[in-house]
């Protein structure tokens, strides 16, 4: 009986001793996890007032293609929402950045991530960039340039610190968000579709040969997406519906895109008569882009590690074009994620060293080349 008592006494000892040991695990873990929300809260660093003389306004439309069917979607029409930013009076306010599309990576994030909902609230929340919705377009004797823009395909589509600084020096700039082929798409009217399912998967499996039969398919589309938002600048430069009426220079139009995007801009310069200039942001897609020059100016901004043959003999082919690595830069820091906190950027390899003269370098390349060739 004594040893039996004994035996009774040490299992329920290391039964509470494990079960306790347990609770001080959970309960770190707990604390762990609120005190990077607490210090990644907001999880990008304060936007940068944009450096031109313009203030920046933006609205968001829904377009509509009549003559293209959306190949996700049986029997409806192909659909964009774009993001026009303009130049409007200059102001140091700052506005929400991204409300619908945050609030839904919000939202899809705690559904299909390991953290709760109050950790992204807090991780994405008190984001504020310089674009004001609807604001009044600045009085200017002249019009103003257009440069259309595609994203990276699969990326989360976020842009703004530098679609709104090439905006603040004077170019009214239409930002594609292409459903289906990024992560989420917000429609105005409040749909939203997030990345499509299979693209996801063959992303998962890191699928090449799916993933690039699916980059051609998109490739193609996204080409007459850029040339279908051309068409549409017409129309908004007779209707006053917008702030943009008559203020869009029609004659001088070009086109910029990151990853996918960029190398969608590749041929919608080399076909499209209306583009006047472009530059590809990290871009190149070997089952769409040839080595096949064309008579436009043309600019190559690439990750420091990120010059390609193929790209580089596509240089050669153009007759004004340029190629420029930029030291520090990873793929990722052609888009907003050069705005991650410390060491987020670094684990992400968004730039390898000092993220803000990465993004100023990027900044002012961009801006000199189109105040060169479009102005």
């Known amino acids: 009986m004594p040893i039996y008592n004994c035996l009774r006494y040490f299992l329920g000892y290391r039964i509470i001793e494990v079960i306790m040991n347990r609770i001080i695990v959970f309960s770190f873990c707990i604390l762990l996890v609120l005190i ?7 999880i990008f660093n304060n936007f940068p007032e944009p450096s031109g003389s313009y203030g920046v306004g933006i609205i968001s439309l829904q377009l509509k293609d009549p003559s293209r069917f959306e190949v996700h979607s049986h029997g409806k029409l192909r659909e964009l929402v774009v993001d026009f930013y303009y130049p409007a009076e200059k102001k140091e306010q700052k506005f929400p950045y991204q409300p619908a599309t945050i609030q839904a990576i919000k939202k899809m994030k705690a559904e299909h991530s390991l953290l709760p909902s109050f950790i992204w609230n807090n991780l994405l929340d008190n984001l504020h960039s310089y674009a004001e919705p609807y604001a009044q377009i600045a009085k200017s004797k002249t ?19 530098y679609l709104e600084d090439l905006t603040s020096y004077g170019y009214i700039v239409a930002h594609i968000h292409p459903p289906y082929d990024t992560l989420i798409t917000v429609f105005p009217d409040k749909r939203i579709i997030e990345l499509d399912p299979t693209f996801k998967e063959m992303m998962n499996q890191n699928d090449r040969t799916m993933i690039y039969n699916y980059r051609a398919q998109a490739h193609a589309i996204w080409v007459k997406d850029q040339q279908f938002v051309m068409d549409c600048l017409d129309q908004l430069n007779k209707y006053d519906v917008t702030p943009l009426y008559q203020k869009i220079d029609l004659n001088k139009i070009g086109t910029m895109g990151h990853s996918h995007g960029g190398a969608v801009a590749i041929d919608v310069c080399k076909i499209e008569p209306r583009c006047k200039a472009g ?42 074009s340029k190629v420029i690595k930029i030291q520090g830069a990873g793929h990722r820091a052609f888009s907003d994620f050069i705005m991650l906190k410390w060491p987020l950027a670094k684990l992400l390899n968004v730039a390898t060293e000092n993220p803000e003269a990465v993004r100023k370098d990027i900044q002012a390349k961009i801006i000199a080349f189109f105040n060169k060739n479009l102005k």
């Open 36 to 42: 990077i929300g607490w210090h990644f809260s907001p």
């Open 143 to 161: 019009q103003f340039p257009v440069i259309v823009f595609s994203p990276g395909i699969g990326s989360y589509n976020l842009y703004s610190v």
């Open 279 to 320: 530059i590809d942001l990290d871009g190149w897609t070997k089952t769409a882009n040839t080595s096949q020059g064309f008579d436009k100016p043309f600019l190559f901004l690439l990750q420091e590690h990120g010059l390609d043959d193929a790209i580089e003999k596509l240089a050669q082919n153009i007759k004004e």
